[in-house]
């Protein structure tokens, strides 16, 4: 593999370390100025001063250069929430909300989630895994270079399966690497409204060990939520997860206080995600235990909900926060952590450099990946995004656009330079 020089750059900007950064921690941003970065190998060999890797071997004739052109380096940004494998458009129920509807009527009126689970039963495997490559090349033109995507469009024991082998077809011909999850415990489907018990039993008795054996599958999610999985079905599946080795993670307190920050913090989640009802008494559990907030602006935006998760006292109570796109075709349909990145700079009120960490390091550490990649180090996975503008600052500065200039994956240039 030819050794990558990426050079005249205005700046590096970059967190350090492989553990989740917290509290005044979370805005430790290194920001390297007239720096290089030298790729090799498909990571990371060495960030410094052109002067200084002159030192060490000279001037790498043969190496392959990208000129940075006075832009900015930041790690490949890390999307830590998202329902890539769906079929079907909610356009419709978008325009029923904006004149006035809310999402929960939507959904009891048989659309919302339900509305794509049909649509995705009636979808073939290779549809689907066409769908999710579809999504990941928006995705990567975005600058995302690594990415949890979940099931739950299914709700059977087949096509909760069937959208996890998309996942992984999807992600074996694809540069942006897929973490899988499962979330058979995303809502209960028709055949089951007046039998949920039922249904909980198959998620618990059948579909977590089909998907574990199957190795489709790293997590177990559930949507702990009022209507949907209260705290105690919430607990059983993801207990029946950890027993199958699927690790914990949780969509908790999107619309009310659901007890769901709790119970992540109980079972010692990666994360929790959304939370803008959470408690208070939930974000000290959570942070007592280390359980990452996952944030979704996205999500608020889209749905105009005008509330949005309590980010600055999450960060003050020492709870490592990171943000994702929610990306999916009822609440949150963008492939971008740009735009999400602005939300969470103006509305959640994340400094720059807090919401650089939250999209980059603590996303990868709530992943379990947090050695590999999030952040630009000797040794780390060559996942890096060129930026067009001279300093990090104008991630939210200059809105509305896409800033990614280039992007390198896994010390190739992956996305073609704009």
């Given at each position: 593999m030819t050794d990558l020089l990426i050079h005249n750059l205005s700046?590096?900007?970059?967190?350090?370390?492989?553990?989740?950064?917290?509290?005044?921690?979370?805005?430790?941003?290194?920001?390297?100025?007239?720096?290089?970065?030298?790729?090799?190998?498909?990571?990371?060999?060495?960030?410094g001063s052109p002067e200084e890797l002159d030192r060490r071997g000279g001037l790498l004739p043969e190496a392959e250069r990208l000129d940075g052109r006075g832009g900015t380096l930041v790690?490949?940004?890390?999307?830590?929430?998202?329902?890539?494998?769906?079929a079907g458009d909610r356009a419709e129920e978008f325009a029923q909300r904006l004149a006035?509807?809310?999402?929960?009527?939507?959904?009891?009126?048989?659309?919302?989630?339900?509305?794509?689970?049909?649509?995705?039963?009636q979808a073939s495997e290779e549809q689907l895994g066409e769908s999710v490559r579809h999504r990941l090349d928006q995705m990567l033109a975005l600058g995302t270079t690594t990415a949890e995507a979940k099931s739950?469009?299914?709700?059977?024991?087949?096509?909760?399966?069937?959208?996890?082998?998309?996942?992984?077809?999807?992600?074996?011909?694809?540069?942006?690497?897929?973490?899988?999850?499962?979330?058979?415990?995303?809502?209960?489907?028709?055949?089951?409204?007046?039998?949920?018990?039922?249904?909980?039993?198959?998620?618990?008795?059948?579909?977590v060990p089909a998907a574990a054996e199957a190795g489709l599958a790293r997590f177990c999610d559930v949507f702990c939520e009022r209507g949907v999985f209260s705290p105690e079905e919430s607990r059983r599946v993801l207990l029946a997860g950890k027993?199958?080795?699927?690790?914990?993670?949780?969509?908790?307190?999107?619309?009310?206080?659901?007890?769901?920050?709790?119970?992540?913090?109980?079972l010692g989640a990666l994360s929790a995600d959304h939370l803008v009802a959470a408690s208070e008494r939930g974000i000290e559990a959570m942070a007592a235990t280390g359980v990452t907030a996952v944030l979704l602006p996205g999500t608020s935006f889209f749905l105009m909900?005008?509330?949005?998760?309590?980010?600055?006292?999450?960060?003050?109570?020492?709870v490592p926060v990171a943000l994702a796109t929610d990306c999916n075709p009822g609440s949150s349909h963008t492939e971008s952590m740009p735009m999400v990145f602005v939300l969470a700079v103006y509305e959640l009120g994340l400094s720059i450099e807090e919401a650089l960490v939250a999209v980059t390091l603590n996303a990868a550490c709530c992943l379990g990946l947090g050695e590999?990649?999030?952040?630009?180090?000797?040794?780390?996975?060559a996942d890096l995004v060129l930026l067009s503008e001279p300093s990090l600052f104008h991630l939210a500065y200059h809105f509305g656009g896409n800033p990614v200039a280039a992007v390198v994956k896994d010390g190739r240039l992956t996305a073609p330079r704009r």
């Open positions: 700046e590096v900007a970059t967190a350090r370390g492989s553990d989740s950064l917290r509290g005044a921690e979370q805005s430790r941003v290194e920001r390297l100025t007239g720096a290089v970065v030298l790729c090799r190998d498909g990571k990371i060999a060495f960030v790690p490949g940004f890390v999307d830590p929430h998202t329902h890539l494998p769906w006035g509807k809310s999402y929960l009527e939507i959904a009891a009126a048989g659309g919302g989630i339900l509305s794509t689970v049909r649509a995705t039963r739950g469009y299914g709700l059977t024991l087949d096509d909760e399966l069937k959208q996890l082998r998309a996942i992984r077809s999807a992600a074996a011909d694809h540069p942006v690497d897929l973490v899988p999850t499962l979330l058979a415990a995303h809502e209960i489907p028709p055949e089951h409204r007046d039998t949920r018990q039922r249904y909980v039993d198959l998620v618990c008795d059948e579909i027993e199958h080795g699927l690790r914990p993670r949780l969509h908790a307190d999107e619309f009310v206080d659901s007890g769901g920050a709790e119970l992540a913090a109980e909900k005008h509330t949005w998760a309590p980010a600055r006292r999450l960060v003050e109570a020492g590999e990649v999030g952040t630009i180090e000797e040794g780390k996975r």
